[in-house]
């Protein structure tokens, strides 16, 4: 007769299966420094044996609900190594990208997803998360045909799921929108305008739609309704406000402005006419640390859009201090914005 093994300790006897079922319990309740630590225990006790896939994905797990992402992610990796046709690994590879991206580990978080879509049996949307954690690691190195063809073959399944119904979008599916709100913003901000175009009206046509764009993609990722992905997707809308007014204020003088007052008047007229653009930016930031602050959120995007927030408000006073020393009241320049928008409508050419 075989008998399972029975392990004695100091505090009790038993066999693995009963250790295991333990360890579950504790994890149900929510112990869940005890749960992990019961669960390495097993995997300690037999590393070969049949509770330890199980236990290895439920202390990382455990780990992760302790927001111990650096503990949770060694189980994790350990599993998909060791064992990377258990069941439980895929499972371990989708938690492994959302650490990943929370850690901001591009590089990684490319390569893993890579290893996670071989995987046949993915849920439709497993498979999304897995296509938008590789569109979000190659956005953010830069390549950006790779990310759109990552974002592509996501935004199919979700249609052709129907994931999209019902107003809210699955949390798998806010790397996607993320991404494809990255592709969009780097493509504008490689728009510049120093030195100025001879198309000038068209080329900020032009920065401003993808600017509109990208604004767009991630209202979809905030659709998630996922605090961390929210905190992110803010962020970036208030930074494209504020990189489209830096770039705009870069604009030197035109070489009609021959005078000290012509030099003032152009100056004038770009901060008010850009400054709406601090304005919108900052509006943002104040929203998402609103946000932050209701859904106890304090990943790094949030420290971003505080001092995002604090360079904003000390651009705006900077903005107005400067429109104070020119020699023109801002009435004055509003309506010498005016008579020139009047004066180009009625003549043929711009």
């Not at 897995?130 to 399944?157: F, W």
């Not at 969009?184 to 510049?192: A, L, N, V």
């Not at 991630?218 to 990189?243: F, K, N, P």
């Amino acid at each position: 007769m075989e008998v399972p093994t029975t392990y004695v300790s100091s505090a009790d006897a038993a066999t693995i299966s009963e250790l295991f079922d333990r360890a579950k319990i504790l994890l149900m309740g929510g112990r869940f420094l005890e749960a992990a630590a019961a669960f390495d225990r097993i995997v300690a006790l037999e590393p070969k044996g049949a509770y330890v896939t199980a236990s290895m994905f439920n202390a990382g797990l455990a780990f992760d609900q302790l927001e111990d992402r650096k503990n949770a992610l060694a189980r994790f990796r350990d599993l998909a190594k060791r064992f990377p046709e258990a069941p439980e690994t895929h499972h371990a590879l989708v938690r492994t990208l959302r650490i990943l991206a929370w850690q901001e580990a591009w590089a990684e978080l490319a390569s893993t997803a890579d290893v996670l879509l071989v995987h046949a049996g993915l849920t439709p949307v497993e498979r999304v998360e897995a296509h938008g954690a590789r569109a979000l690691g190659a956005a953010e190195l830069n390549d950006l045909e790779t990310a759109s063809m990552h974002v592509s073959k996501a935004r199919t399944i979700v249609e052709d799921q129907h994931l999209d119904d019902g107003g809210r979008l699955p949390l798998g599916s806010a790397p996607v929108f993320f991404a494809l709100g990255e592709v969009r913003r780097i493509k504008g901000e490689r728009i510049t305008f120093v030195p100025v175009p001879s198309d000038f009206a068209q080329v900020l046509e032009e920065r401003c739609q993808l600017l509109l764009d990208a604004q767009d993609a991630y209202s979809q990722s905030m659709r998630t309704y996922d605090a961390h992905w929210g905190a992110m997707s803010g962020y970036r809308v208030g930074q494209l406000y504020q990189q489209l007014h830096r770039d705009l204020l870069a604009i030197p003088a035109p070489s009609a402005a021959k005078t000290d007052k012509q030099k003032q008047l152009f100056e004038g007229a770009m901060r008010l006419r850009y400054r709406v653009l601090i304005e919108k930016g900052l509006e943002m930031m104040e929203r998402t640390l609103r946000m932050a602050e209701r859904t106890g959120e304090k990943s790094s995007w949030v420290s971003r859009a505080a001092d995002a927030k604090a360079d904003l408000v000390r651009a705006l006073a900077q903005e107005k201090e400067a429109l104070a020393r020119l020699p023109f009241s801002e009435a004055d320049l509003k309506q010498a914005l005016d008579d020139l928008a009047k004066k180009k409508a009625g003549t043929a050419t711009p």
